[in-house]
């Protein structure tokens, strides 16, 4: 139906289309439409003040960036059906959709024993189930249950669009041009060898950029020490939060903020019925940032300290270490906290935390990055690059912190 | 002190500085901090997805604008002193601190009887006791009280850093490309004649094209009909919460949120005494945003639907209209509503707006922008354009819509 | 055949593709490769220092343009087939073939009698003799004699993609943002009604910045005037080259040059044999730009003295007046010449140059630019345009110069 | 003086300004102009048609870079004079100037045993004169002898302002964007210890991409293989005229090419009589091409046939080899030649190159990259990185082809 092809614009790549009415459905869903209070990076605004960009838009650029993809492929003679077609692009544009708000903070604090990937997998079914099962085969590629692999990879891979929009995104909404990596030109270079996604050889320099632009951005933006400072700090403050909830007091909260600060919710109540979903589901950065501010006048020294401190800016300070903390760096910060601030050893645990920041720019157990070669021979971008090779590549880098309170 | 020093990536800009301890310290008060938690474009997210960027932002932006243009001003040896450069610069940093959440829909709303201009000025000047008076030369400058003009105007006139600001930065994020101004350019044509700003005349045609850019931008983004529909969808909601809230009844809200809707609010209160300030300062779109979210299962039937409707983006529909609508189109739309939703006829009101957007590109009123020539003579840019006269510029366009809620 | 697709970097749009054998084999004519020695904006360079870009660039850009509008017409029902889009594509690629070195002025001086429109049909049915007849139905489309005539529209009228893409790319390589137009988006609002090209009304404010900025470049790039210096300049070089050549003095020149130096060529030779046409065809920027350099040491006072003022970058001086040049300021500047280095009458005239530039930013005479409303009326852009009307658009502006050697 | 500030328009950094009158005057010498016409990257245009850029633009825009870094490293209160800072400007303006046109291949046919940095110093010394050794600490500075290094470092290194700008524009120009670096965060984290240019450790990430992007644009720019077919091919032709002039065959060419082509030019002519150098600087890119375009119609039916192929984008053709190509391979080829083209054995060997590539990232006999930590140490990249050790930085790496004409 015409009326529903959308085209909306996009600063990163221009114009994104809506190309079609299942997709549309699929775009207004609650479910999808909640991403837009979901900010893709978290607190990286803290840093990089224009990184107020939402998973809605990136959900978005990734799904264009796999109708890109399948372009390419068709062009080159890969029998894509047009339900395949379909289908890989709800499959990605649904991705991310189980992510919460600061999603890293909240699977520690929040929520436990469930991952954001397995939230996903229960958000699609149910949408799945509103939308008389159309999306059966999106969520057997999401699974990799689709015999097609290369659809699988696409979406989640070493190379997969969700990682093309993303470094594009995030460099773009950041400043960080330095992550930007030729994501037109990776695409142009996709081909499919017995159902696995590969590169042609003359990609390999853009490959090469592409794992180097995503360190830069890992270190540079995702792992920058203040946003980390800032996930601590907010850790720490949903912890005393449900610290406090689990003491009876009264804490200013949304009614989903309510259900899973007073409640421990595990992966039991979201398997036994769909309450936790939904709350779930009406949680977003609205909830955690509005009572914060409103903690910033609680009762409790400590969760007043803390959310006084995150509403304006003022962070956790933060030490870097060769190795991790030891105890006798911490015991010197919670004797000075306790003295001077007048609190118990328990209360002291909110005004520190010791973090290490781990990454690997390639990693071995996932899937590789195939190159494909004129003469039809395939290797792993490991073996074929003259520059980065396998124990560069998967070498693990760790960084170690410690971030307190500044009095 | 160069600890203090500041260099913050801006995806628009490429870098801004914060060049000294004195505007790091403003920087730094929470009532500049609180813009981090308001969007520039209020709810034009709707339909520029990327449109998530802050008043932070552009307050930053149009700083460095306005240390751009002065440092052009000094080469051309127009003697600015280093008081009188921050002074400027912190201006232009505060002219917007007085927005609310969604400003204009507030300011019809939630509070009555005074402007987010001179909001902005109560908190200057709270800002001002809380630094010692360092902030008295920018207040005479941003109240056109300080002898040398062109610095005010370079805050607030036709052709001033806010303007240039907000035109590359919300066209950036929106993906508009055409709303871009050449803001290097114009600055670079800057100077100062008789304490009055002017622009040399070979940049003649840059200021032509901002301000078709600018006209563009209106239509295009500020006054998009999409947008628009939200901010009166926005708007119903509010009343329809301040309605219940004077009967007594109980809604979820932040406690600022509180203030605003259990009192009548108005200018009075401002002058008085600083509670309502502080109150004002404590409220930002999170606090809209997820009581809008919670409001969506409301015992009242209207705020329930109106609040679904908004939260899943079921924005109301607009009908384009030859004049502003009659009495009968209303009548019809309202006894539909009432007959089909069983509602009273002040209900049915909640569910449509009438609303004419005017714009006019260029306003006699204000400041001209004045065309310098190499002889030394001055015209007004509606007279120096050869395109572009009066007639054209001052042009007043009006739009008029119905907006209405889709059963 | 698969083997010659092929895709070109193209700063401008990305990435250019040639999507079939036909149009790369056209692409390989040696006609077509010349545009690659042909600079499309001729001697801007001495104000722009980026504008090198051929006229090779420029034509593949546009043919781009042509397949993306194809595309999107196509999507809208428009059924454009195969061979159509083939024929369009080609002539467009082919519209400016006819174009010499630094065209306007080797019009005034090299050649007379014919334009460069006319040497690109002449051009075009050589290159369809060498290709069999293949470029029949281009040609067609190119004169306008095709029935279908939005086809021809989209190559030459007030919004063909000739000037889509001559627009974004002088602005980019010269460095002037504001001369960019939303090419994309312009594209996407494409339509086509009773076989006339049609602007959707939604795009009405981009038509408008298009016209904006297409002014902008003409008095700011086009016909900047040190620019029109240089090529008056160039003209008075190769006028009195032409002049000593008809004495029968020697001077370096390549063949080609040469043939037309030496020879007074006309529309006639063109007719009568293909002599006229190779020779011309071996023509480009390096003939006259090498011949200048060598010129600087002729014998001839007065070319040497231009030659070398050129080549070194001291052009012309120019003097704005706001009527032609009078008698008498000529009169000074002459016998200024005369005396002060030892000239006659008639070598002195090579010095100076009086020049009017003019432009109207839309012709009334060419094909209007139609704008398609929902309710399907069709208007024209000088009409719909509450800014733009037809006596701002039209308006003919006026500019003369007087252009002098400076002793 | 006022009137002689000049700003040029750049597309790649905005505005070039050439601050003062003494680099205006230098900008203004003809050996500086000469580089207007002199492509920058020589024949890539055959593969990015955009690139045709010419090394004037490259020079500018390294002084501004220059400009740049001076004022960042004032700001951090490092003390560099006013004649410092010109002479820097100006060394950097100048670095290039000896080039000539498609240099590389003009250093291996017309002129022998003497380098285009030697030529540089050479055209130096002679503008040095022109100006009454104003240039005189430029020079020292460029030939690293002044005392305070850094300034020669900023000059030439393994991080110089020619890299920083050359990356930043050829990729610019190409359409390349993964070459682009973020030359202004680079610039911002410049500091001086010991009078040796360092870069502080934040911008540790900046560096590895920075160097990544140079070796992505030598493998896919500066030795594209089709680009140096098109080098090899012109090496042929070249030495094929040069043949043919040493038998004193008439060719047409210009006096300055005649004078290279008809004369055994080595380092011994430039040092003798200044005869050289003033045909030297009379050749640019013109002489070569328009010569070329006519030799297509040579007697010589070997040059003839190179001259029209190249003319007409008809280039060598390649293969890829393990290793060097065999003499096997190069006979079977040469036969052929002889047989078909009826060729002698001399003649043949015009029609084909062997050719090996070779690159490095990072040389260690060059300048160090020295990263400056935050506690006042230092250390090279190579040792600093943790994906780039010196083993992955400094590898040689080599490519084999081998070029032929296709019959």
Same mark, same amino acid.
């Given at each position: 139906m015409?009326?529903?092809?959308?085209i909306?614009?996009?600063p990163?790549?221009?114009?994104?289309?809506?190309?079609n009415?299942f997709?549309?459905?699929?775009?207004?869903?609650? #479910?999808?439409?909640?991403?837009n209070r979901?900010?893709?990076?978290g607190l990286?605004?803290f840093? #990089?003040?224009?990184?107020?960009?939402?998973?809605?838009?990136? &959900?978005?650029?990734?799904?264009?960036?796999?109708?890109?993809?399948v372009?390419?492929l068709?062009? +080159?003679g890969?029998?894509?059906?047009?339900?395949e077609g379909?289908?890989a692009?709800?499959a990605?544009l649904?991705?991310?959709i189980g992510?919460?708000?600061?999603s890293?903070?909240?699977?520690?604090?929040?929520v436990?024993?469930?991952?954001h990937e397995?939230i996903?997998?229960l958000m699609?079914?149910?949408i799945?189930s509103d939308?008389q099962?159309?999306?059966?085969?999106?969520i057997?590629?999401?699974?990799?249950?689709?015999?097609?692999?290369f659809l699988h990879?696409?979406?989640?891979s070493?190379l997969?669009?969700?990682?093309l929009?993303?470094l594009? %995104?995030?460099s773009?909404?950041?400043?960080?041009?330095?992550?930007t990596?030729?994501?037109?030109?990776i695409l142009?270079m996709l081909?499919?060898v *017995?159902? %696995?996604l590969?590169?042609?050889?003359?990609?390999i320099y853009?490959i090469?950029?592409?794992?180097? /632009?995503? %360190?830069?951005?890992y270190?540079?933006v995702y792992?920058?020490?203040?946003?980390?400072?800032?996930?601590q700090m907010?850790?720490k403050?949903?912890? %005393?939060a449900?610290?406090?909830?689990?003491?009876?007091?009264?804490?200013?909260?949304s009614? /989903?903020?309510?259900?899973?600060l #007073?409640?421990?919710?595990t992966a039991e109540h979201?398997?036994? &019925?769909? +309450?936790?979903?939904r709350?779930?589901?009406?949680l977003?950065d609205?909830?955690?940032?509005?009572?914060?501010k409103?903690w910033? *006048? /609680?009762?409790?020294h400590?969760?007043?300290l803390?959310c006084?401190?995150?509403?304006?800016?003022?962070l956790f300070?933060?030490?870097?270490?060769? +190795?991790?903390?030891t105890e006798e760096?911490?015991?010197t910060?919670?004797?000075?906290?306790i003295?001077t601030l007048?609190?118990?050893?328990d209360?002291?645990?909110?005004?520190?935390?010791?973090?290490s920041s781990?990454?690997?720019?390639?990693s071995a157990?996932?899937?590789s990055i *195939?190159i494909?070669?004129?003469?039809?021979?395939?290797?792993?971008?490991?073996?074929?690059?003259?520059?980065?090779?396998l124990?560069?590549?998967? +070498?693990?880098?760790?960084?170690?912190?410690?971030?307190y #309170?500044?009095?």
């Open positions: 015409a009326g529903k092809r959308k909306i614009n996009d990163v790549f221009g114009f994104l289309s809506v190309p009415e997709l549309f459905d699929l775009l207004q869903h609650p #479910y999808v439409q909640r991403l979901i900010r893709q990076l990286s605004f840093v #990089y003040p224009g990184a107020m960009h939402s998973r809605f838009l990136h &959900s978005l650029g990734a799904m264009h960036l796999m109708q890109e993809a372009a390419v068709r062009l +080159k890969i029998d894509i059906s047009h339900n379909n289908a692009a709800a990605i649904l991705h991310d992510h919460g708000p600061f890293h903070v909240l699977e520690h604090t929040l436990s024993g469930i991952s397995e996903s997998l699609m079914e149910k799945n939308m099962g159309r999306l059966t085969e999106a057997r590629i999401f699974r990799d249950e689709y015999p097609r692999r990879q696409m979406i989640s070493q997969d669009v969700d990682r929009d993303y594009c %995104r995030d773009f909404f950041c400043g960080v041009n330095e992550g990596v030729a994501e037109a030109r142009k081909n499919v *017995d159902d %696995r590969v590169v042609e050889s003359k990609g853009s090469e950029k592409f794992l180097v /632009a995503r %360190r830069l951005m270190w540079q792992l920058h020490k203040t946003s980390v400072a800032a996930e907010l850790q403050i949903l912890a %005393r449900k610290h406090l909830a689990s003491e009876g007091k009264d804490l200013f909260c009614p /989903a903020l309510h259900y899973f #007073y409640n421990n919710i979201f398997s036994h &019925s769909d +309450k936790a979903l709350q779930y589901a009406l977003d609205t909830d955690i940032l509005s009572a914060i409103v910033a *006048d /609680a009762d409790d400590v969760l007043g803390l006084r401190a995150f509403t304006n800016r003022r300070k933060v030490r870097m270490l060769e +190795k991790p903390a760096d911490i015991l910060l919670k004797s000075n906290y003295k007048h609190l118990t050893a209360e002291a645990d909110s005004l520190y935390a010791c973090h781990v990454t690997n720019t390639y157990k996932d899937d *195939d494909l070669y004129p003469d039809g021979t395939i290797r792993d971008i490991a073996d074929a690059s003259d520059m980065l090779n124990q560069v590549l998967t +070498k693990r880098v760790e960084k170690h912190y410690l971030f #309170y500044k009095i």
